[in-house]
C-alpha cells in the first residue's frame, strides 16, 4: 500500500474515536454522526499540501470536531425548547447484546460504553454550558490537555482549566448513583421487569425509592407524559397503566448505555429503552424512558 493508502486508512481510523467524542459532547447519536461527517469533509476539502503539512491528522479532526459540537451545542438548547415533552440522550446498545458488527456505518457500532455514557451523568451534561461540557468531556473523560481545549473553545489554557472545575462541581453537586456492583443492578431491573410484568403496583412501589423520579421523551411523535413522574407510588400506577394499554407488551433485560435497563417490544417492535439508577439499598431512584422512534432506531436490530 502506498504513502497515501496509509494516510487515508489513518485518517479514517480517528473515526471511532471522533464518534465516541461527539456523543459524549452531543448526547445525540444522530448528531454526533453528522458533526464527524463534517469534520472529514473538511479534511478532504484541504488541498493535499495542507494536508501534508498537519502532523497530527488525529489531532486536527479532534479539533474540528470539537468545535462543530460547540456550535451544535449553542444551538440545541434552543432547539430543545420547542421539543415536546423531555429531552433525553440516546440510549446505547451493547453490540454483545444485539449482535451489532463493528464494521459499517451505524454510530453505535462504534460507541465504547463505561461510566461516561451512563445515563446520569449525560442528563447533568446537559445542565452545563456548552464551553464547560467540550472542557469536562476532553480533559475528564479523555485526557485532552488543556493547550489543546483551548483551540477548540478559543480561551486560554487557564480559562479552559476553570471551565472543567466548574463543570466538575456540577457532576459532584448533582445526584449521582450509588456504588452499587453490577449483579445489585441488574438484580433490581430484574425484579421491577417481573413486578411490571404482573402488574403488581404493591411490588413495584416497594422496590422504588419513595422520593423517584421517572422522566420520559417520547419527542411529541409518541404519547408519554411530557413532565417527570415523582414518587414511587405514582410511577408504580403509571406503569401498570401503560401495561393494561398495551396487551402484548414484552419486557426484555438489555444493557442500555453500559448498564442494565429494559427494553419495551410489542409485536417485534422496539417501543421504549428504559435505564435506571439503583441505590445502595437496590431501591430504584430514577428511571429514564426513551420511546421517541428516531431515538430508537439502534435497537432495531435485536434478532
Known sequence: MGAAGADIDAVAGERRQLINVAYRLLGSLAEAEDAVQEAYARWYALPRSRRDEILSPGGWLTTVTGRICLDVLGSARARRERYVGAWLPDPLPDRADWGLVSEGGDPADQMVLDESVAMALLVVLESMTPAERVAFVLHDVFRYPFAEIAAILGRTPAACKQLAASARRRVRDAPGPAAVAGDGRAEAVRRVKEAWERKDIAALVDLLDPAAVMTA????????????????????????????????????????????GLVARRGGMV????????????????????RNPEKLRPWLRDG
Open 217 to 260: 421523551d417520547g419527542g411529541g411523535l409518541v404519547g408519554t407524559v411530557l413532565r417527570p413522574i415523582e414518587g414511587g407510588a405514582r410511577i408504580a400506577q403509571y406503569m401498570v397503566a401503560i401495561a393494561d394499554r398495551a396487551p402484548g407488551l414484552e419486557l426484555l433485560e438489555r444493557s442500555v448505555n453500559g448498564a442494565p
Open 271 to 290: 417501543m421504549t429503552v428504559a435505564s435506571f439508577d439503583v441505590d445502595g439499598d437496590g431501591l430504584i431512584t430514577r428511571i429514564w424512558a426513551v
